[in-house]
């Protein structure tokens, strides 16, 4: 796996924002969005693309676009859900699918509860959005169930990471091929599995619960 810790003062300054306990429900979507596009930018920075032949005013010339499979965009559900804006404006030609997936709080394994994408991946470059890379579990099952689809290329986006979340996925992923943008490792993670520092529950500082 080859992780990519997006290196830049925007970044770190909106991400400052975005863990403080005060930060409001509002501004952390809208921090969420900026921070997504500047990671989308570094994470599309060798998609696949084709020449276009275009007229401009002027003349003929050849241009460039995404090819052809377009790139899927998956947000896990919830929290992922907050950061499918900013990735589709970085990348309007993208397709969009959605996976839902939770713990089963009894036997603990990760289940897919919903899901809304193509029957066939074969030869999709798909960005995955799960803005906090905890235990890992999650992103584990998620990418295992993209690449059984068929995906050629997984890309994953979170805005923070555990080193334990690393570790899980760097074990459990055996020859799958996968980078993940961060625009932060954290330190650790605590007795009930959050980020720390971190920002908290990123599904409830997103959508209200937490005020
Ligand atoms: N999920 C969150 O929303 N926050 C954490 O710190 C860990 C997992």
């Known amino acids: 796996m080859r992780v990519h810790v997006v290196d830049h003062p925007l970044v770190a300054h909106k991400l400052t924002v975005l863990r403080k306990r005060e930060t409001p429900s509002m501004i952390f979507r809208q921090l969420t969005e900026e921070l997504v596009m500047l990671l989308g930018y570094e994470a599309t920075r060798d998609v696949a693309v ?6 401009t005013p002027v003349t003929t010339t050849t241009g460039t676009r995404l090819a052809r499979p377009r790139p899927l965009v998956v947000p896990i559900l919830r929290a992922g859900l907050g950061m ?9 030609s993208a397709e969009v699918g959605f996976l839902g ?6 036997t603990l394994d990760i289940v897919t509860y919903a899901e809304r994408l193509p029957a ?6 798909v960005f995955l959005l799960d803005p906090m890379l905890a235990t ?10 993209l690449y059984e689809r ?3 290329r997984v ?4 805005l923070l990471a555990a080193p334990e979340g690393i570790a899980r996925l760097e074990e459990s992923l055996g020859d799958m091929e996968v980078d993940l943008y961060l625009a932060a490792l954290d330190e650790r993670l605590n007795e009930r599995s959050y980020i720390v520092p971190g920002l908290g529950d990123a599904g ?4 209200g619960l937490a005020e």
């Open 50 to 55: 084709e020449p276009v032949t275009i007229e």
């Open 84 to 92: 499918l804006e900013g990735m589709v404006k970085m990348a309007p």
């Open 101 to 106: 997936m939770a713990r089963n709080e009894e």
């Open 120 to 125: 066939d991946l074969t030869g999709r470059h």
């Open 136 to 145: 890992g579990g999650t992103l584990v099952e998620a990418i295992r169930f």
């Open 150 to 152: 068929g995906a050629a």
């Open 155 to 158: 890309t994953c986006l979170c």
């Open 204 to 207: 409830d500082r997103l959508y």
